[in-house]
């Protein structure tokens, strides 16, 4: 199957650890224009760490958010992130991408930690000068039990799953439709999610890191359940900024700010590991999106903490809406939850 995969359109499906969020864009002559989506929250423990716990619950948020939006189109691109998902860029002698295809899975086994059988695996050619004795080359496996996983549900939903991606390149699909990439600049985009942070550093639009961290929004939610005696429900409505009957929560900003110290310095240390690595590294910008970047001061912490400027990245800076189908106020609030779905349904079966 091809990882990174004009052909008709797909829907993306963003299968996450605490909600489904399905995107449908059209191409037009004027860009991409946002035909629907939808979003259908799922229950704590459904995703653990990208690995589908509960099937039968996925495949009825899934087929319970087509009907009620009216999605026809059946061919999807998803996601995956997570400890079974390998990424790595790795250095290689120059070689046309026919050569690297016969050879790329002997040159990769060394860096891919599972038998090179369990895994499926794609790459891409990130740099190669004419002439140069050396080339860039980044090198995605992920395990085929997860793959099996995650089409087996789309197909029990009625959907076919013609392309496979990488949450974290579906964030830098989203951003370079969205924004004007600058070749000198260094963008981080993190997408903050209810179990993982997916970060990833681009220069000039290109990948140089990619990180998922495994911790999130749940473990702001577990803190309040334990400070306040709640349950995970209703720990999640306080998170959020709603109310609970019976409940004090004048300590609640108090409570969320502590509990995202943790998020944060994920984040920050992420980046640290990637200025140690580059020579005269910076990061101009960092782009948040997901779930948790919705929290109460998350975005003036993390700028605050990393001294770089931060704010939510828009999915729809540069795609129409389409005024019959898209309700303006609702969009604008669920922005941040759509990123990856934006970044998913652009894709096209057999693209690079």
């Known amino acids: 199957m091809n990882l990174f995969s004009k052909k008709k359109n797909v829907i993306g499906v963003d299968i996450g650890s605490s909600a489904i969020k399905i995107v449908e864009l059209k191409d037009t002559k004027k860009g991409y224009q946002l035909v629907k989506y939808g979003i259908a929250p799922i229950p704590s423990e459904v995703i653990v760490d990208g690995a589908i716990m509960d099937s039968f619950a996925v495949v009825e948020a899934i087929k319970n ?13 998803i996601s995956v992130s997570g400890h079974s998902v390998i990424i790595k860029k790795i250095t290689l002698p120059a070689m046309t991408e026919e050569e690297l295809e016969e050879s790329i899975q002997w040159e990769a086994e060394q860096y891919i930690p599972f038998p090179i059988g369990d895994v499926n695996m794609d790459f891409h050619i990130l740099e190669m000068a004419t002439g140069q004795p050396q ?3 980044l090198i995605v496996a992920v395990k085929k039990d997860m793959i099996n996983d995650y089409t087996a549900v789309m197909s029990e939903a009625g959907l076919n799953a013609v392309v496979v991606d990488v949450d974290s390149f579906a964030l830098e699909n989203m951003y370079c439709i969205n924004y004007d990439v600058a070749p000198e600049e260094t963008v981080a985009l993190v997408n903050l999610g209810a179990n993982v942070i997916n970060i990833n550093i681009l220069k000039g639009g290109t990948s140089t890191l990619t990180r ?141």
């Open 65 to 77: 958010l087509l009907a009620e939006k009216k999605i026809k189109t059946k061919d999807a691109a």
């Open 212 to 352: 998922d961290v495994s911790v999130g929004g749940r473990q702001i939610t577990n803190e309040i359940q334990k400070h306040l005696g709640v349950s995970f429900e209703d720990a999640e409505i306080l998170k959020c900024g709603g109310e609970v009957s019976g409940v004090d929560a004048k300590n609640m900003d108090e409570i969320v700010k502590t509990a995202s110290n943790n998020l944060v310095t994920e984040v920050q240390r992420s980046f640290d590991f990637y200025l140690s690595t580059v020579q005269e590294g910076r990061i101009d910008k960092v782009y948040l999106s997901g779930g948790s970047s919705m929290l109460k001061g998350i975005v003036e912490a993390i700028s605050e903490r990393t001294g770089i400027s931060t704010e939510m990245a828009n999915p729809f800076l540069k795609i129409g809406l389409n005024k019959k189908t898209s309700d303006a106020e609702n969009l604008k609030k669920d922005a941040g939850l759509l990123c990856v779905g934006v970044g998913l349904a652009i894709r096209r079966p057999g693209d690079k």
């Open 135 to 137: 080339m860039d080359v």
